[in-house]
């Protein structure tokens, strides 16, 4: 995993994937997505664009959506107030740290 990553509860009481500012885009996506079912479904998408099934894929959650290319996937949030408004990492990485946080689902949101 290049990215370091924790999981930490927010003010809110809301456990969340916490990465570097930079990519504080993910977390926010990742906080979107609410069952292990959804997590699979978007792995899948992930998947087949990483093994050329499609040339990219977006995907729109609550709050934020992101575009999945082959080597580059790119976080946005349509309704933040300050910066950073996109981040950008591997899709490769993307693919890991979905896993992570599908691993942690039940826990996160048995609360």
């Known amino acids: 995993m290049k990215y370091s ?5 927010d003010p809110l009481g809301i456990t969340r994937l916490k990465l570097s500012e930079e990519l504080s885009v ?18 899948g998408y992930i998947k087949k664009v990483l093994e050329g099934g499609y040339e990219d894929f977006e995907i ?14 790119i976080a946005e949030h349509h309704y ?7 981040s950008t990492m591997e899709t490769e990485e993307f693919l890991e740290l979905m896993s992570v946080w599908k691993e942690r ?3 996160v949101f048995e609360d």
Do not use: G, M, W
């Open 26 to 43: 993910f977390s926010d996506v990742f906080e979107d997505i609410s069952t292990e079912e959804e997590a699979d479904e978007y792995i």
């Open 60 to 73: 729109t959650l609550n709050a934020t959506s992101v575009c999945i290319k082959k080597n580059v996937t």
């Open 105 to 107: 689902i039940a826990e």
């Open 5 to 9: 990553y924790e999981f930490k509860r």
């Open 80 to 86: 933040r107030i300050d910066e950073p408004f996109e």
